[in-house]
């Protein structure tokens, strides 16, 4: 019962996972440009901050739901 409601929550994470990683924009100009003109390197602005930080919620859950699983099963 347990195990079942675990792996219905892990598919529902993994599917909005992928779906938050696919809206990111890609920053094609990678680090450098980003130290060079002196931007925050570990924060987001807008939507962008946003999205960035729902990703990074739920790669937590989808780590702590994936060892719950399999302390469960």
Do not use: H
Request: net charge positive.
């Amino acid at each position: 019962m347990v195990q079942t409601l675990f792996l219905i929550l892990f598919a529902l994470i993994c599917v909005a996972l992928i779906f938050f990683v696919l809206l990111q924009t890609p920053k094609q100009a990678g680090l450098s440009a980003s130290v060079a003109s002196g931007g925050d390197l570990f924060g987001g602005r807008g939507v962008e901050g946003g999205i960035i930080r729902i990703t990074s919620v739920l790669g937590g859950l989808f780590m702590l739901l994936a060892l719950l699983i399999n302390y469960v099963a």
